[in-house]
């Protein structure tokens, strides 16, 4: 059975803080990986990894993809009270037409 | 840009209730999808549509049914609802081609059913 586990579960740290946010997958069909960002409404689209050692970043959030070791992790430097939120990651199947596999997510509270 | 919008922010129904969510999205895009969203679950796919007419399971397709008359609107439906299916939904909709980097998610229903 497909499927995309997130560690930590929650996570509490102080501003200024850097924090790793690991997603590990098990899917039959991959074709990418996907971190969304879930704050009090819907998930918005952070990154999308398909390719292993490349990192994306996106100011003070880096991403990067290990196709060989099924895993992903996200990282957040100097971390802001703004970054407190749920983080998901996706892996999306190509063997199902737009069809995503979700982890748990990992609520990280980011304290003044 | 992209607009997915949801019937409803807010429901609470009856058990045994029939239940309708709407979503709309304004961007032609092909493929929309209904998540049922649970703390420590995550979001688990209910049902998705590729096209008008068209509906495929997902991971989780008991006890709920689509519809997908037009293009623009996708629609869940909780044939008689259960208080296991109290749950916040999402509705997500996105082009075929593109990458999923452009898969865009609606507010959400919380939906209650006492």
């Known amino acids: 059975e497909d499927k995309v586990v997130q560690s930590p579960l929650s996570l509490v740290v102080h501003e200024g803080d850097t924090v790793t946010l690991n997603c590990s997958y098990e899917?039959?069909?991959?074709?990418?990986l996907l971190w969304y960002k879930q704050e009090k409404k819907a998930p918005t689209f952070l990154f999308m990894l398909t390719s292993s050692g490349i990192e994306k970043k996106s100011g003070r959030l880096s991403s990067i993809l290990d196709k060989k070791e099924l895993f992903s992790i996200l990282n957040i430097t100097a971390t802001q009270t703004g970054d407190s939120a749920v983080y998901l990651c996706?892996?999306?199947?190509?063997?199902?037409?737009?069809?995503?596999?979700f982890g748990q997510g990992t609520t990280l509270q980011v304290k003044p | 840009d992209v607009k997915v919008t949801q019937s409803s922010r807010y429901l609470v129904k009856r058990t045994g209730e029939k239940v309708f969510l709407e979503c709309v999205q304004d961007?032609?895009?092909?493929?929309m999808f209904w998540y049922r969203q649970d703390p420590g679950l995550g979001l688990r796919l209910i049902y998705f549509?590729?096209?008008?007419?068209?509906?495929e399971k997902g991971d989780i397709p008991e006890g709920y049914s689509v519809s997908r008359e037009k293009k623009e609107r996708f629609s869940l439906i909780l044939e008689s609802a259960s208080t296991n299916q109290t749950s916040m939904y999402l509705c997500?909709?996105?082009?075929?081609?593109?990458?999923?980097?452009?898969?865009?998610f609606g507010p959400g229903t919380r939906l209650t059913v006492l």
């Open positions: 996706a892996v999306e199947d190509s063997g199902n037409t737009g069809k995503l596999i």
């Open positions: 549509s590729y096209d008008v007419k068209m509906k």
């Open positions: 997500a909709s996105s082009l075929t081609s593109g990458g999923w980097d452009t898969q865009y």
């Open positions: 899917v039959t069909n991959f074709r990418s």
């Open positions: 961007m032609d895009h092909e493929n």
